[in-house]
Structures are given as structure tokens and as C-alpha cells.
């Protein structure tokens, strides 16, 4: 059965950092474009951005080029999305999801995470 | 980039059609035949009902249905029920290799 798994909730301060994970299982981690996708309090899904762990090929949202860096572990097949710096204005459920190679939609979700910045 | 426009609302009564817009311009739906449509429900992930515009994956009902005219995608429902009731997002692929969420649509069931 595929699974993603993300980490639990946070809560952090203005300026900290954070890296919140998705673990995936029950498929080969190869051959799958992982991706993350935001979704402010009552707002909207937007889309972060897509890489491709088998070479590191990542592409960012013109909206969160600069603001948040995604990786890969692929040894244990988990996926990362962090921040350096973070703002009140990026508290929010993150997801992550997966798409097949070659394929253009995204066929599972993780339960989401959810990040709160407060001081 | 700006998000894909859609209605903020719709609503039908059990048993009919609903339809809900998605547009976008070409370089993105009008570009490209992979446009996805997903629904969720308050407090649970995004779920996908439609793919490269009209494909239904296994286990999605029939009653959903896509379709796609020059940059505008549309998803409609007939047979409308009350589980139908939930947030539905259109998502394209574009011309910079990116996808693109649509503004996101809350159905309500009359």
C-alpha cells in the first residue's frame, strides 16, 4: 500500500529554522517526481515545487524560489521541505504528494503538516 | 504565475449536474492536455478525481467527468450527492515546467 507519512505539527518563532518531512512507502522511491503544495489558514492549494530524487532535478514556483529549499534522502526514501528563516505569513498545512515520471498529476497525499509561526 | 481563475462557489440539489470552471490561459491549460482536478473535504488531503483532462483514476466514480475547451477546463458532476459536498481545485502543468492550482471551488449540495 503507498503511504506518505509527514512529520507532525510545529510550532516555531519568527526567524527559526524548520525542516518538516514525508516519508514514503510501499512503492520504489525511483521513477516518482515528489512535490509540495501549501495551504494557508482558509485559503487555497499552491503549488511549492517538484523534484525528482533519481538526479536532483527541482523545480520551485516563482512565488517560493528563495523562500523554502526541498531535497531528498532517497536511502530511506523521505522527502524534505525547509526553511532557513521563517515568517509568520508561512504558517500554513503543508502537503506532499508524488507524481509518476512521465505523467503530469498527483495521484497520492500525505496527511499534511501543519506549521505555525507566532511569536 | 498566477493561480488558475475558478468559481469561488456552486451549488446544486442531490440528483443534478453541476459544473465548475477552470481558466487559465496557454501556457498552461490552453497548452497543455494535463490538466487534474482534485477534491477535499474540510481537515483531509487533496484527493484526485480527474487526469490529463478526462481521465478518471480506478475507483472514482463515473458521475465525475472533465473536458477542456481552448484555456478553460471544466469538471461536472451529475447525480450530485452529499458526499460531493467539499473544496474542488483544478491543477495544470505550464510552459515553465511548473504546475498551477486553480482558486479553488467549495460545492455545496442544496
Known amino acids: 500500500e503507498v503511504q506518505l507519512v509527514q512529520s507532525g505539527a510545529e510550532v516555531k518563532k519568527p526567524g527559526e529554522s524548520l525542516k518538516i518531512s514525508c516519508k514514503h512507502s510501499g512503492y520504489s522511491f525511483t521513477n516518482y517526481w515528489i512535490g509540495w503544495v501549501r495551504q494557508m489558514p482558509g485559503k487555497g492549494l499552491e503549488w511549492i515545487a517538484i523534484m525528482y530524487p533519481d538526479d536532483s532535478n527541482t523545480k520551485y514556483s516563482p512565488s517560493f524560489q528563495g523562500q523554502v529549499t526541498i531535497s531528498a534522502d532517497m536511502s530511506i526514501a523521505t522527502a524534505y521541505l525547509q526553511w532557513s528563516s521563517l515568517k509568520a505569513s508561512d504558517t500554513a498545512i503543508y502537503y506532499c504528494t508524488r507524481a509518476t515520471d512521465g505523467l503530469f498529476y498527483f495521484d497520492f497525499w500525505g496527511q499534511g503538516s501543519q506549521v505555525t509561526v507566532s511569536s | 504565475q498566477s493561480a488558475l481563475t475558478q468559481p469561488a462557489s456552486v451549488s446544486g440539489s442531490p440528483g443534478q449536474s453541476i459544473t465548475i470552471s477552470c481558466t487559465g490561459t496557454?501556457?498552461?491549460?490552453?497548452?497543455?492536455?494535463?490538466v487534474s482536478w482534485y477534491q477535499q473535504h474540510p481537515g483531509k488531503a487533496p484527493k484526485l478525481m480527474i487526469y490529463d483532462v478526462s481521465h478518471r483514476p480506478s475507483g472514482i466514480s463515473d458521475r465525475f467527468s472533465g473536458s477542456k475547451s481552448g484555456n478553460t477546463a471544466s469538471l461536472t458532476i451529475s447525480g450530485l450527492q452529499t458526499e460531493d459536498e467539499a473544496d474542488y481545485y483544478c491543477n495544470s502543468f505550464t510552459s515553465t515546467t511548473t504546475y498551477v492550482f486553480g482558486t479553488g471551488t467549495k460545492v455545496t449540495v442544496l
Open positions: 496557454s501556457s498552461d491549460i490552453g497548452g497543455y492536455n494535463f
